[in-house]
């Protein structure tokens, strides 16, 4: 007899068994990996306020910019530290080909990150696709503000 899905759990909490063993050997490569990738400086990087901490957060990533707005997919949607973070603060900053460009985050939990990936770099969008686990796949689009609005500043650092 199977088990009864309890709606009140996150999307997560239901998928498959080998689902919790791949998200935590991903991310332990990906602490390692990411602590060199974001000092490249032709490395697309956001940066998030960290919830608890309230400092800067650097997590490479990969998407692309299309106008105004710039689109990735979190590959562990809800559970990536920094959707957690955008959650809290949705002001972001977005590294893109070295320079710095200040934004809003949105998290689109109604666009479809399958589609989306067709639409972002090859490479990332099958590296996404590889480590994701499941249907955890989550749409984020940062809405950068206009060119000078914000240059230089650094967000979530107090100093009062």
Known sequence: MSKPSNPGNPPYAQ???YAEKKYRAVTAVQRRLN???????TQTVLETTGRVSGLPRRTPVGGRRVGDSFWLVSEFGERSQYVRNIRADPRVRVRIRGRWHPGTAHLLADDDPITRLRR????????????????GLLTVRVDLESEGAGEGAVIGVSHG
């Open 15 to 17: 998928k498959p068994p």
């Open 35 to 41: 602590a060199v990738l974001r000092r490249l400086p």
């Open 120 to 135: 972002l770099p090859r490479f990332n969008s099958l590296a996404v696709r590889a480590m994701g686990v499941g249907t």
